[in-house]
C-alpha cells in the first residue's frame, strides 16, 4: 500500500485521492433564491443523507479564495432551498447550470430547466427532477481549509416536504430503476445504477 498523508499534500491532490476514491456519490441539484430574487441552481456530490429521525441531509460547498459559493451565500440568509435528485433524463440540462455565471443571472433560465413554486419555502424547485426535497437550514458550518481559511460550508438542511413522481412510488418505496439516479465518479465521469443484487443483514 501506498501512505499519503493530507498535510503534505496540495487540495488539488487531496481532491483527487477523495473523489477517486469514495464512489459512486450521489448528486444533488440545489435551488436557492438570492436577496434580488436570482433563482440560483448547482450541481453538488458531496451530498448524503444525515438522518430519517428528523429527515435530514448534508451537502457540503467548497469555498473559492476564501469566498462562499451563490448557494452557501444564499442558504445563509434565506435559510432555504431545494434539493433535486439527479437522474439519467435531467443531467445533461443540470451539467449546463455548473458553468460559472455573474450572481444575477439564473442558471437555470441557461439549462432550460422549468421552474416550480414549492409548497412550504420561497424557493422554488424544477420539474424535470423526479424526486426533490424542501429544506430548511438546520446549521452551517465553516470548516477551515490548511492555511486557516475558509475553505468549505457544511450545510446540514431539515427536509419539510417530499416531492415524488408517481411513476417511481411503490408502496411507500423508491423504485431505483425507475429513479434513474446518476452518481459522481471522477473528472468528467459518471455512473448509472447498474446491476442490483441483494445481501441479507445478518440477525
Avoid: W
Amino acid at each position: 500500500m501506498l501512505s499519503f498523508y493530507p498535510e503534505s499534500q496540495s487540495e488539488r491532490e487531496n481532491y483527487k485521492l477523495l473523489i477517486g476514491s469514495i464512489i459512486p456519490r450521489p448528486i444533488a441539484f440545489v435551488t436557492t433564491k438570492a436577496v434580488d430574487g436570482t433563482l440560483n441552481g448547482a450541481p453538488f456530490s458531496y451530498f448524503n443523507i444525515v438522518s430519517s429521525n428528523p429527515p435530514m441531509v448534508s451537502l457540503a460547498i467548497q469555498r473559492k479564495n476564501g469566498n462562499m459559493k451563490d448557494t452557501a451565500r444564499n442558504i445563509t440568509e434565506n435559510g432555504e432551498f431545494v434539493i433535486h435528485i439527479v437522474d439519467e433524463q435531467n443531467v445533461d440540462n443540470i451539467n449546463k447550470t455548473a458553468a460559472t455565471l455573474p450572481s444575477n443571472k439564473s442558471e437555470i433560465t441557461i439549462a432550460g430547466l422549468t421552474p416550480i413554486p414549492s409548497e412550504r419555502i420561497s424557493v422554488p424547485g424544477v420539474q424535470e427532477a423526479k424526486v426533490r426535497f424542501e429544506c430548511k437550514l438546520e446549521q452551517i458550518i465553516a470548516l477551515d481549509a490548511a492555511d486557516g481559511e475558509k475553505g468549505s460550508d457544511l450545510i446540514l438542511g431539515k427536509i419539510i416536504t417530499y416531492y415524488i413522481d408517481e411513476e417511481i412510488y411503490e408502496d411507500g418505496k423508491i423504485n431505483p430503476v425507475k429513479l434513474a439516479a446518476i452518481s459522481r465518479l471522477a473528472g468528467a465521469n459518471y455512473a448509472k445504477v447498474g446491476e442490483i443484487f441483494s445481501i441479507e443483514r445478518p440477525k
